[in-house]
Structure formats: structure tokens, C-alpha cells
């Protein structure tokens, strides 16, 4: 398989996939893209200079960072594997919950020290978020950079070199979406291509309207050009992305709406796996789950965030439905013809959730069945509605019900991933783990798989598993040669 801009292998071969529930503040994207690092290396840079991102946050910040990182490729710079080996070090930041910009601000102060001589930039949520804040509270920073501002980094990058010392890009106001012409694709097996960028709603909760801008969606033709690209350079999973990425509005006289744009892309030649992430349920009709009933090429996986299961919660989270619509949703995917898995984001301890909510929130967990959630403790964010609401949740009862909920959640996929049992599964390896002598993967609906194979060099490969056991987490088994 060849590509442009690739890393090498050995990033993906890191052994089975993590637990999903392991890790109750980060999701496993989130853990991915944290430890995401940029390490193109082109042989020669023509203005000698080296950069190194390191990625926190999600899948569009994992993105961001591989098209910055083209950017920075376009003006000459080259990438290194290493903070001391880099001139220019630039940490793309995340700010959804309290965690995540600390840690962020701890890596600031553990840079500062120990490399001098390096011109340090701060991009994504935080950087919108605290603004030229960051210019007081950590001096040797000379450049704070929002996402809504990338499109603008070429001239930004421009002013860093001629020595400016407090260059930053804080525009939110507008209308554009960041196109690059190089793309640095860290992951050879998946390629992730945004459609839609910032957001529209007004969750109670949330930061990225405040971080990411307003909702903007690329034309058609630059997504499905991007799409054929990708497949020309050897991709056959494409993962579409967007904070609410079923609210594609196609800005260009073809005016396609999602569901158009998914059978559109899923008929690129040479495509095999059409993915996409993350659906607002408001957004979500039965016209995307009939396309994906009938088109084999979009997988039959939909990560559909609820945040709550009680009504009340909802409400005051602002997220524009009701339980019983929710499961209305929930009913149309589960009629559809193949078998689809449903995943879902969950907060608990919000303002004022009584024990009465909570509950709601694990029967839910029951009356949807599904195969894995992403689960954290309500976080106050600066700028958003719930920051001032009162009735909050103590840490300690936070913490309780988030263990209580990612227990009856572990028995659920325990028992979902039992049946799969003795069935045979089409795997995309995507990883290998020596000690174990184990292969990695994940079928359609996105089930992490181990496998064992008298087969050499399967990376990248369709294979076919028989599964022989199940846990929490992934299936296990052996190819079927
Ligand atoms: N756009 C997606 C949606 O509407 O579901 C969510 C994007 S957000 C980056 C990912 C997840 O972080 C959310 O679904 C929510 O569960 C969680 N999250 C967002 N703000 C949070 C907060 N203040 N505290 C805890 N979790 C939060
Ligand atoms: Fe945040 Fe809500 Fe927008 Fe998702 S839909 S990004 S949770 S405001």
C-alpha cells in the first residue's frame, strides 16, 4: 500500500486496542490522538526548520493537527520525533472537561525550562478559550491559534518567523473551513476527512461552540475530491467527521444534504468503509440508517451521544429531545436489516441530577443495549449556561455513579460480545502486538478484535476471524484461512 505522508508502521502496532472502559475521563480516541505525534520526516527542509505537534482531545483535533502539520510541510518545514530535536513545538489543545486544559497548562510549564530556544504555539480549543490569556500566564509562548483561525496559519506562521512574539488567530466570526493542500496522514489504515466544522447547538454543557466557531460545511465536490484522493493513495476506510456531522448542509449549488453526501462518498471506487462521527440526535433520520441498510460499503456502527436518560436532565442540558425520542431513534436502527452497533457518550452528575435521573440514565443503558459508551463526570466549563446552575453534584457522588454506571455497561458488553462467539467477522488489521503474537483490528461496527494468524505482513488487509472469546472490551480468535 503506498501513501503520501505516512509514519511508520510500528506507531500502529501497539497491540490490542484499549479498553473502553478503562479509562473513565478519556475516550479511547481521546488516548489515540493525545498520544498522536507528529514524526513526517522529509529529507531535506528548505528554510531548516523542524516542528513537533503533539495532539490533545478528539478525533477533529487529531485531524486538525495532520492538516496543520501539512501546512508547516507546504512552508518547508520538516517534522521531527522529538520536542528536542524540534525548532518549532506546537501543542493542539483541548478544553472539554477541567482535565484536559490542565494538562495542557502542565506541559506549558514543563517546556518551558528545559528548551529555550524553541518558538512554542498554541493551537485548538484552549487556545480559543483562554485567548492572549496565555500570552501572561506563559510568556514564552509566541503564538495562540483557535481552529476557526487555521485557514489564516500560513500568514500567522509567516509573522512567527519574521521573530513576531504574540501572533495569534482568535477570529471566531466566520464562515470558512480550513482547506490544505498536503494533509500529513498520520494512521495508513484510516483516514479521517472533515465535513462539518464548529457547532450550532448550545448544549448547557459544552465548550466547542465557544472553541470550534459556528457550524460550517464543505462543498461536496472539495469532501468527495478529498474522498478519491485518499482512495488513489491506497486508503479503504474513510472516516467522515464533524462535531454534529449529520447536520451537513452542502454550501455549493448541489446543496446534498448527509444522507446524500454518505451514499456519495461510500461509491468512491476504491473505498470499503465509510464511517462517521459524531451524529446529534436532533439530526439523526430514518433516511441515514435506510442508506446504511442498503449500502454494505457504509459500516453499521452509529455512535449516537444521549448524555442523559432522564428527561428533565436532557432539558436543562438543552439538547433538544426527550428520552422517549431518543429511543424512537434508537428503534428505527434496530429494525434495520443488518445488525447495527449503537454507542453513545453519557455525562453523569449534572447540575441538579437526582438519584432519580441517574437511574434513568442506567436503565437506559438496558433499554438500548449497547455496545460500548464513552463516560464522564460532569466538568464546569468556563462561558456555558451550566458553569452558574445550581445544585451541584460533589466530586465523591460523582465519581460513585460514574463506576456505577461503567459496571452494568461492562455486563452489557459482556454479554453483547458473548454472542458473537463462534461467528466469523470481516477485520481490517490495523495493528500487530509482537509479545502476544496477536493481530488487531475492527469489524464493521467498529468491535476491536485480536487475532492470531499464521500469515505474515497483514497490516492494512480484509481477513476473515472466527471468534472463540469475548470480554468487556473486544472478541478474540483466529483467522479463517
Ligand atoms: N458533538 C458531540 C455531541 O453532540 O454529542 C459531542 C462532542 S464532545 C467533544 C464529546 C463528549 O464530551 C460529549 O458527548 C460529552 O459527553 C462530553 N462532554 C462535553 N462537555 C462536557 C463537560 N463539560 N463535562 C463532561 N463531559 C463533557
Ligand atoms: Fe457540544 Fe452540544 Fe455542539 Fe455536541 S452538539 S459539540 S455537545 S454544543
Redesign the pocket.
Known amino acids: 500500500m503506498s501513501k503520501a505522508f505516512d509514519i511508520g508502521i510500528e506507531a500502529l502496532a501497539a497491540g490490542p486496542q484499549p479498553a473502553t472502559l478503562g479509562a473513565p475521563e478519556t475516550t479511547p480516541a481521546e488516548a489515540a490522538a493525545s498520544e498522536s505525534r507528529a514524526s513526517e520526516s522529509l529529507p531535506i527542509a528548505p528554510n531548516g526548520k523542524s516542528f513537533y505537534i503533539e495532539t490533545f482531545g478528539?478525533q477533529m483535533n487529531a485531524h486538525d493537527s495532520e492538516k496543520v502539520a501539512g501546512v508547516l510541510l507546504e512552508r518547508g518545514y520538516r517534522a521531527v520525533d522529538t520536542i528536542l530535536q524540534a525548532d518549532l513545538v506546537l501543542y493542539n489543545t483541548c478544553s472539554?472537561?477541567e482535565k484536559a486544559a490542565q494538562k495542557v497548562f502542565s506541559r506549558l510549564g514543563e517546556i518551558r525550562f528545559a528548551t529555550p530556544r524553541k518558538v512554542i504555539g498554541v493551537l485548538g480549543c484552549l487556545a480559543q478559550q483562554e485567548g492572549e490569556e496565555i500570552f501572561e500566564r506563559a510568556p514564552w509562548v509566541s503564538l495562540v491559534c483557535g481552529s476557526a483561525s487555521y485557514r489564516k496559519l500560513p500568514e500567522l506562521m509567516a509573522q512567527v518567523e519574521e521573530g513576531g512574539r504574540r501572533v495569534s488567530g482568535l477570529d471566531l466570526d466566520t464562515d470558512e473551513t480550513f482547506e490544505t493542500e498536503i494533509t500529513r496522514r498520520d494512521n495508513p489504515i484510516r483516514a479521517y476527512l472533515t465535513i462539518i466544522e464548529g457547532?450550532d447547538?448550545a448544549?448547557a454543557?459544552?465548550?466547542?461552540p465557544h472553541t470550534r466557531g459556528p457550524e460550517r460545511s464543505r462543498a461536496s465536490e472539495a469532501v468527495l475530491a478529498e474522498a478519491r484522493r485518499l482512495a488513489e493513495a491506497g486508503y479503504t476506510e474513510i472516516q467522515l467527521l464533524g462535531?454534529?456531522v449529520n447536520s451537513y448542509r452542502d454550501p455549493s449549488p448541489r446543496g446534498l444534504n448527509f444522507t446524500q453526501l454518505l451514499r456519495e462518498v461510500a461509491a468512491v471506487d476504491g473505498i470499503r468503509r465509510v464511517r462517521f462521527t459524531?451524529s446529534?440526535p436532533n439530526d439523526f433520520h430514518r433516511e441515514i440508517v435506510q442508506a446504511i441498510d442498503d449500502t454494505p460499503v457504509l459500516c453499521d456502527h452509529i455512535h449516537l451521544?444521549v448524555?442523559s436518560g432522564s428527561t428533565p436532565i436532557l432539558r436543562a442540558m438543552r439538547r433538544t429531545y426527550t428520552r422517549e425520542e431518543y429511543l424512537e431513534k434508537i428503534s428505527w436502527i434496530r429494525a434495520a436489516r443488518r445488525p447495527f452497533s449503537i454507542t453513545s457518550?453519557?455525562?453523569v452528575g449534572f447540575p441538579g441530577e437526582t438519584e432519580k435521573d441517574f437511574e434513568e440514565s442506567v436503565t437506559l443503558l438496558d433499554e438500548v443495549g449497547y455496545d460500548s459508551i464513552?463516560s464522564?463526570?460532569?466538568?464546569?466549563?468556563p462561558n456555558?449556561t451550566?458553569a452558574t446552575m445550581p445544585g451541584a453534584i460533589p466530586e465523591a457522588e460523582q465519581a460513585r455513579r460514574l463506576a456505577i454506571l461503567q459496571d452494568r455497561q461492562r455486563q452489557i458488553q459482556i454479554a453483547r460480545n458473548e454472542k458473537l462467539v463462534g461467528g466469523t467477522f470481516e477485520v481490517l488489521v490495523d495493528g500487530r502486538h509482537e509479545s502476544r503474537n496477536q493481530w488487531s483490528g475492527r469489524t464493521t461496527s467498529n468491535r476491536p478484535v485480536n487475532f492470531t494468524s499464521p500469515r505474515q505482513n497483514l497490516l492494512g488487509e480484509y481477513v476473515q476471524v472466527r471468534i472463540a472469546r469475548a470480554s468487556a472490551n473486544s472478541v478474540a480468535g483466529e483467522q479463517v484461512l
Open positions: 478528539c472539554i472537561r457547532c447547538y448544549c454543557y459544552c465548550v466547542v462535531q454534529t459524531t446529534h451521544p448524555q457518550d453519557i455525562i464513552f464522564f463526570k460532569y466538568s464546569p466549563r456555558t451550566a
